[in-house]
């Protein structure tokens, strides 16, 4: 697949012709833009808080286009051949950038239909009975010592969880983080409700008063080594761990370019162990399609684990 650099512009917003707005002013972070390390134009104002700043600076757009068709240029699972569909990031001072890239049309149903099903779709209706099997799957897969402790980060949204509800609309940070975790020899061992409960319990307790009472905390002054991280975005490896990154709620397919909806959503190419994403199936059925990175010495366990009945 070739690609090539069409165009690359600035595009900025405008304010009644004008594209700077009078007083750009700023927005101060909040305790969970500061958690998860949100990006964006950071400085400090006059008393040193951390601040993003609008200077209406603008977002790069790049144009692109590739020689050939679409069903030939993309693969419809997570691929370091999506990478030459991005923008460069080497040098880059843009907050954000955005590639549209050209190809021709092809029928698409069928490739990608064959790429994302596997022997047969499990009928699980909620996302713990889900995220259990998965667990379980990767963690006898990865042959993991029976004494060791392993544990789902899992990602929880705060807008409905809070009183009163923050507005689904709400564009700022309002993510917080459940842990369950077992005894990998309890988790292997128990029946899949088993650890279904241990995520229900976990994400249950992920409420509006765990949501306040780290707000509380948050504005505390408290020292930088008193605080541990709870995720090393460096890591290519989450073993004895995973993370669970769903995406079931964002209305993907609800977007409209000006060509009709999206007709495929999924991730680029991330490849760090044990880092799973959950999407909104593209077929339309109201199912789920899981996007599982694993090494491949534990792929051929991991699919007889995965696609067998419990």
Not at 15 to 38: C, M, Q, R
Not at 89 to 97: D, I, M, N, P
Not at 197 to 223: P, Q, T
Not at 224 to 235: F, R
Request: contains cysteine.
């Amino acid at each position: 697949m070739k690609e090539k650099k069409e165009s690359s512009r600035i595009v900025k917003p405008t304010y009644n012709g004008k594209t700077h707005a009078s007083n750009p002013g700023f927005i101060p972070l909040s305790v969970f833009d500061k958690v998860t390390e949100w990006a964006g134009r950071l400085d400090r104002d006059d008393i040193g808080n951390s601040i993003i700043l609008l200077n209406d600076e603008g977002v790069k757009f790049v144009e692109a286009s590739v020689d050939g068709t679409l069903d030939e240029a993309v693969s419809f699972k997570p691929s370091a051949s999506l990478l030459a569909l991005h923008p460069c990031l080497k040098g880059v001072v843009e907050l954000v950038q955005v590639q549209l890239t050209r190809v021709s049309l092809a029928k698409l149903k069928q490739k990608a239909s064959s790429e994302n099903s596997g022997p047969y779709r499990k009928p699980y209706s909620t996302f713990e009975s889900l995220v259990a099997h998965l667990w379980r799957a990767i963690t006898k897969s990865r042959a993991v010592d029976n004494s060791e402790t392993t544990y789902v980060r899992i990602s929880v949204n705060g807008r409905t969880r809070l009183n009163p509800r923050v507005p689904k609309d709400y564009f700022g940070n309002l993510v917080l983080w459940a842990f369950p975790s077992a005894k990998v020899k309890e988790l292997l061992r128990e029946p899949l409700p088993y650890a279904a409960k241990l995520i229900h319990d976990a994400v249950a307790k992920v409420n509006n008063n765990y949501f306040k009472s780290f707000i509380d905390f948050a504005n505390y002054k408290v020292e930088e080594e008193d605080l541990v991280p709870t995720a090393d975005m460096n890591k290519n490896s989450l073993c004895p761990n995973l993370e669970v990154d769903s995406w079931l709620r964002f209305p993907f397919y609800d977007l409209d370019f000006g060509g009709g909806c999206l007709y495929v959503f999924m991730p680029s190419y991330f490849p760090t162990e044990g880092m799973m994403f959950l999407l909104p199936s593209f077929i339309g059925d109201g199912s789920i399609d899981a996007f599982v990175p694993v090494f491949q010495d534990n792929l051929a366990t991991f699919k007889q684990v995965c696609y067998s009945l419990d």
